[in-house]
Nanobody, 112 residues
Framework: QVQLVESGGGLVQPGGSLRLSCAASGSIFSIYVMGWYRQAPGKQRELVAVITSGGITNYADSVKGRFTISRNNAKNTVFLQMNSLKPEDTAVYYC??????WGQGTQGAVAS
């Protein structure tokens, strides 16, 4: 079993940046893909970005060119650098491992 703990959320103005971190513990040897999802109020949870243990990445169209997912395998940590933030990026951001383990979520809000 994998445990995930996110950090780094907050409130920023449009055009600003946030950097989210997710630390994994437990059965980390079994992790082959990690990702970030988000859920805005009244909406379904959606994929933001994923990264495999080999560094292959995939992004939602809505964040391409603005968000970057990266991973430190030695420290079992995954990051999400979010730039040029828009109000529609406001959501609770969740870390995920192997499409099955979830963190508790961290709030990211974009407002003037």
């Amino acid at each position: 079993q994998v445990q995930l703990v996110e950090s780094g959320g907050g409130l920023v103005q449009p055009g600003g940046s946030l950097r989210l971190s997710c630390a994994a513990s437990g059965s980390i040897f079994s992790i082959y893909v990690m990702g970030w999802y988000r859920q805005a109020p009244g909406k379904q949870r959606e994929l933001v970005a994923v990264i495999t243990s080999g560094g292959i990445t995939n992004y939602a169209d809505s964040v391409k060119g603005r968000f970057t997912i990266s991973r430190n395998n030695a420290k079992n940590t995954v990051f999400l650098q979010m730039n040029s933030l828009k109000p529609e990026d406001t959501a609770v951001y969740y870390c995920n491992a192997n499409y099955e383990s979830w963190g508790q979520g961290t709030q990211g809000a974009v407002a003037s």
